[in-house]
């Protein structure tokens, strides 16, 4: 146990915790954040994605001694956010929601791309979603929607 | 009147916003207090007698659940009833589960796990498919007699692997005790299998088991029977520990243990005559359902009926075999059978070309069925057949001859498949109207709300938006007036599982004819409830396999072009088009969204995801070993829909589905054909079987 100074969804926060603790088991059963999901526990699949420092993260793979003095946004706390509507809009007209799991990362994966390039190619929006699997969309209609929520959003990033 | 458009046409999915920002609650997601954790033991061994259980003093507050807590029977209720819920003293497969244990904190649970020591007999394992559990046969015609007067026998034994449904939310339930009542909610695809499950387990009457439906984050078919499993090992739990217990699955474990699709291995023979024309095919399809057989007969049965695919052929004898072995149990997954024989079919008919030296496309194209042919079962194709049509668009949308003409001439490892199948919609056979018997609830409120009371359950492929849509249509009102929520066994009668293509146009179906009665209800506060009644010209002789398999078939065209690296034999998919008649599309944006993702598992199941076992034991154990696509492995796809509808159908919708699986793989294999110039039998084609292919194989 040992205590950390962090950022937590735009609140400073001083947490007494375990050190080896999962990110991802604090966000879910201390926060009661269920956003992030556990798809594979081994940071291969992304739905666990929160954002260190603008830069996504597979949480279940982050050690809470690693988020000590950083900023940590999860789907919660993006959800307050402009950019996250643009998003979240572009994915619903573009059908990109199915079975809704792997969703919360995909957004994340979004903000994080988007955050470094505002207007990405396919082949780097293809680059930016390779750490987060999706079963269901065959991933093209994701694509369109991070195409679209750039086009809508230009000047927001 | 009021304007209506037309129903295809888009709406954004009713559960988007909360899928999106992450509050939608899938089952792990959900906590209740004073709620208790269950992880599962599971055999290392492939076959063993359980000679000796030692298990530890446990701490206050934790609890071993095994066979000796079953009140009811020890069977999960399934089809073919082997499914052992807990092994008493012989252990058939690694992964088995063999208790659970039950407490509070998670590392306390592992802590006991791992001081509990089963002391097993080593007994020997079989794997190889010898053990035929179920054997069927049907002929159409004059069976295999015209091969006695063949010119010619070509013969081709096609094998296709495992396939993992690696829906990306694992396996998962919480059990708890309602006052008397046992009540589970879980990520599953058909809330009255499960409850008819545990009623059996339990022996309890069936007012005492209630079965909710979480969000589901993924299915496939892998949520199917699987989950029945769980709920009946997570009862016994709830009624030992009188707490609510969650179950969730590990990735590892839930790659090793949950059912998987059935490898097969499926021998085609064919008599040709004088002229290079098919007299009758032969065909045998041997599956391995692993150490249970449960659904495997109802997959053989499917397997079976598409071993014609998408073309008519006069003379059948058709024969198949389920084999159990000491591997993990196969079950559902998308396709259910029809997948393997898909692939079979698609590159046999092309092999016969070649072997006879015609031109393989035009050879396959004068086989396509027509309407009024008979099926391989000697049904009926009733309804108008679009193939021609749809062929023709999908060569033109994919430039499929210019390209074809130019990679077959030139040695640079680029091709280009296309393959022609169909799928039949709802259960085969005699199912629907014997076994399911579908019944569906439309309720009015006095308020003019109206409630869609059914049990199917949405798994991502958009049913709870498209059922209110199509209520809202027909009542000509707003769509939040229309209510649809997750299924709860206790408010919604058993409108059948939701699985096999079937709940747009079965289940659909009765919604649509409810929703017209409820539309000339005078009568505000109201309840109308359909019954399914098989069209009366569907005739199916189960016994003998004859007769209608499927009220109707659903139609499509793959096309897939590759590119080889020749020096590491890897494949790129450069490009994938699809014709589909589905009947009409209740939303078309919803359908593109089933045949991209049918689609990208269909052309990975042909080339990418390799799962094997190695003296039943499973080798890939994770999603680094087992690998399903990622973006940079998917091209652009684009997808075509024609109108053809169905009679019973609503608005003429048919099955969406399994048909976006099923034409993947054989479309990518002939393209990989193509590229490399070398026969293709098996898939996944891996890039070491292309580099032995091109070093070893027939041309």
């Known amino acids: 146990m040992a205590k950390i100074e962090w950022m937590l969804n735009g609140t400073p926060i001083s947490s007494d915790i375990d050190l080896s603790m999962r990110l991802l088991d604090y966000l879910r059963d201390h926060q009661h954040l269920k956003g992030p999901k556990e798809g594979c526990g081994e940071g291969e699949c992304g739905a666990c994605a929160v954002l260190i420092d603008h830069q996504i993260a597979n949480s279940c793979l982050v050690p809470m001694a690693n988020v000590a003095g950083h900023e940590v946004v999860t789907i919660e706390g993006f959800a307050k956010t402009k950019r996250y509507q643009i998003i979240a809009q572009a994915f619903i007209d573009c059908g990109a929601v199915q079975c809704g799991f792997c969703t919360p990362g995909m957004i994340i994966a979004t903000e994080s791309l988007l955050h470094h390039q505002p207007q990405p190619t396919i082949s780097e929006i293809k680059v930016a979603l390779s750490g987060n699997l999706c079963r269901c969309t065959g991933y093209n209609m994701i694509i369109e929607a991070i195409t679209l929520a750039a086009k809508r959003g230009r000047g927001e990033w | ?699």
């Not at chain 2, 206050?60 to 009833?81: F, L, M, Q, S």
């Not at chain 2, 080339?607 to 696509?629: A, C, F, S």
């Open chain 2, 1 to 699: 009147m009021k304007f209506q458009p037309d129903i295809g046409t888009p709406i954004p999915r009713v559960d988007a916003k909360e899928k999106i920002s992450g509050a939608a609650a899938y089952i792990n997601d959900i906590d209740m207090p004073g709620m208790l954790y269950a992880k599962t033991l599971r055999s290392k061994m492939a076959h063993g007698k359980i000679i000796k259980r030692h298990y530890p003093t446990l701490p206050e507050g934790y609890a071993i659940i095994d066979y000796r807590h079953i009140p009811g029977t020890n069977i999960v209720k399934a089809i073919y009833e082997d499914w052992q819920i807990f092994p008493v003293d012989e252990v058939r497969y690694i992964g088995e589960p063999i208790l659970l244990v039950v407490g509070e904190n998670k590392d306390v649970i592992i802590d006991i796990l791992e001081a509990i020591e089963i002391t097993y007999e080593e007994m020997e394992p079989q794997f190889e498919w010898i053990d035929s559990v179920i054997h069927y046969h049907y002929e159409k015609k004059h069976g295999s007699r015209p091969f006695a007067d063949a010119n010619r026998i070509i013969e081709h034994t096609y094998e296709t692997g495992y396939q993992e449904q690696a829906y990306i939310e694992p396996q998962g339930m919480i059990g708890y005790l309602d006052q008397d009542k046992m009540t589970l909610i879980g990520s599953i695809q058909c809330p009255y299998y499960v409850k008819n499950a545990v009623l059996m387990a339990l022996g309890w009457e069936n007012e005492r088991v209630r079965v909710i439906q979480a969000h589901v984050g993924g299915a496939f078919g892998g949520k199917e029977e699987y989950p029945s499993l769980i709920a009946c090992q997570l009862a016994m739990a709830v009624i030992q520990v009188n707490k609510p217990v969650k179950l969730i699955f590990e990735r590892e474990e839930d790659i090793i243990a949950s059912t998987k699709r059935h490898p097969a291995q499926i021998a085609m023979k064919a008599a040709i005559d004088s002229e290079g024309h098919i007299m009758a095919l032969k065909v045998h399809v041997g599956i391995d359902a692993g150490a249970v057989i449960g659904l495997s007969g109802v997959v053989l049965s499917r397997a079976m009926i598409a071993a014609t695919g998408a073309y008519t052929i006069e003379n059948l004898d058709v024969t198949g075999d389920v084999y159990r072995t000491h591997s993990v149990p196969t079950g559902a997954f998308r396709g259910f059978g029809a997948p393997q024989m898909m692939f079979a079919i698609e590159m046999f008919m092309e092999h016969i070309a070649r072997n006879l030296g015609k031109e393989p496309l035009a050879y396959r194209m004068a086989y396509v069925a027509k309407q009024y042919d008979l099926t391989a079962t000697s049904g009926t194709f009733r309804d108008p057949i679009l193939m021609q049509k749809m062929i023709e668009e999908a060569m033109k949308r994919s430039r499929y001859e210019e390209k074809a003409l130019q990679y077959q001439n030139l040695h640079r490892y680029q091709g280009i498949g296309m393959s022609f199948f169909l799928h039949g919609c709802g259960f085969t056979g005699s199912g629907e109207a014997t076994t399911i018997k579908a019944k569906v609830r439309l309720r009015r409120e006095a308020s003019g709300v109206v409630h869609i009371l059914i049990a199917a359950v949405d798994m991502g492929q958009g049913v709870r938006t498209a059922m209110r849509k199509l209520v809202a249509h027909m009542l000509e009102v707003p769509i939040d007036q229309v209510i649809y929520d997750l299924p709860d066994t206790d408010c919604v009668p058993d409108s059948g599982p939701t699985v096999a293509s079937r709940t747009m146009m079965i289940v659909g179906g009765l919604v649509a004819r409810a929703a017209q009665r409820l539309g000339m209800e005078p009568q505000i506060a109201v309840e109308i409830e359909e019954t399914y009644h098989q069209p009366s010209e569907i005739q199916w002789d189960e016994a003998r396999m004859q007769g209608d398999a499927y009220p109707a078939y659903s139609w499509g065209v793959n096309v897939v072009e590759v590119a080889v690296d020749p020096v590491t034999g890897e494949v790129s998919v450069v490009g994938a088009w699809s014709v589909y008649d589905v009947g009409k599309a209740i939303d078309t944006l919803m359908v593109r969204g089933q045949a991209d993702g049918g689609l990208a598992q269909g052309i990975a199941y042909g080339y990418l995801e390799v799962m094997r076992h190695h003296q039943g034991k499973i080798q890939q154990r994770n999603l680094t070993d087992y690998i399903i696509p990622t973006a940079a492995d998917m091209p652009p796809m684009e997808t075509y829909l024609f109108d053809n509808p169905y009679a019973y159908g609503p608005y003429g919708a048919k099955g969406v589905g399994e048909l976006t699986l099923v034409g993947g793989a054989p479309a990518i294999a002939k393209a990989i054909e193509m590229a490399i110039k070398r026969q293709i039998t098996k898939i996944p084609v891996t890039p070491e079987m292309i580099m032995e292919l091109m070093t070893h194989g027939e041309d």
